[in-house]
């Protein structure tokens, strides 16, 4: 069964920081894995997704890697700034053709960039 | 622009009662699923649907139903059986049916208060 667990749970960090963001998961069999950004009270907003066969996605200040050897992905942020205070989600896809392509998600690290 | 809304934002709910969310997309995605969001627990999957007049349980559906009569339309009822229904209520879409390489859009959610 696929787990998805990120560390640390909240984060903060002044301005200018540069900052990594931790997921791993359990079965390295992995379809593409994604990065979601969360407002408070606020819907999901899609990121970065990296396929399987990719090592690194990169959008503006952020860059997002992954390992499937190890389980493991990471979300790069740099030069920080407190507009990107937000909870940050990682997930991937599951692989049981019965639970139709749901998305399998950590609980989230909350981070807060201090001015 | 094409997405995904959600409604109400906000509900309140008497113990007891039925309330019903709304969530309508004009992505002309297949696929459509609910999900519920607890704090520091990360999102859950309550039902998903593949395909019109089709859905299927997810992995927290006591309490809950839905109904699939339109693509674009995917309603979830909180039922008074539902036994801890305050949460914030997150619907979204796919492209893909059934496929783990599946890129959701989600809604901005809904927040059910029990009184």
């Known amino acids: 069964k696929q787990e998805v667990t990120q560390i640390p749970a909240a984060l903060s960090v002044p301005e200018g920081e540069n900052l990594v963001l931790n997921c791993s998961f359990t079965?390295?069999?992995?379809?593409?894995l994604q990065w979601f950004r969360q407002d408070p009270g606020k819907g999901l907003t899609s990121l970065l997704l990296?396929?399987?066969?990719?090592r690194e996605q990169t959008s503006g200040r952020l860059n997002a890697s992954l390992d499937k050897s190890s389980g493991r992905s990471t979300l790069y942020i740099a030069a920080s700034q407190p507009g990107d205070s937000a909870t940050y989600l990682c997930?991937?896809?599951?692989?049981?053709?019965?639970?139709?392509?749901?998305?399998?998600f950590g609980q989230g690290t909350e981070l807060s960039v201090k001015p | 622009d094409g997405g995904i809304t959600q409604s109400p934002k906000y509900l309140f709910r008497k113990e007891g009662q039925n309330v019903t969310l709304s969530c309508e997309q004009n992505?002309?995605?297949?696929?459509m699923y609910w999900y519920r969001q607890d704090p520091g627990q990360g999102l859950r999957l309550i039902y998903y649907s593949q395909i019109v007049n089709d859905f299927q349980k997810g992995d927290i559906a006591e309490g809950y139903s839905v109904s699939r009569e339109k693509k674009e339309s995917f309603p979830l009822t909180v039922t008074s059986a539902q036994k801890n229904p305050t949460a914030f209520y997150l619907c979204?879409?796919?492209?893909?049916?059934?496929?783990?390489?599946?890129?959701?859009?989600f809604g901005a959610g809904s927040r059910l208060t029990v009184l």
């Open positions: 997930a991937v896809p599951s692989r049981v053709p019965s639970q139709g392509g749901k998305l399998i």
């Open positions: 990296i396929q399987s066969s990719q």
């Open positions: 992505l002309n995605h297949d696929a």
């Open positions: 079965d390295s069999a992995i379809y593409n």
């Open positions: 979204a879409s796919s492209t893909h049916r059934g496929s783990g390489a599946n890129v959701l859009t």
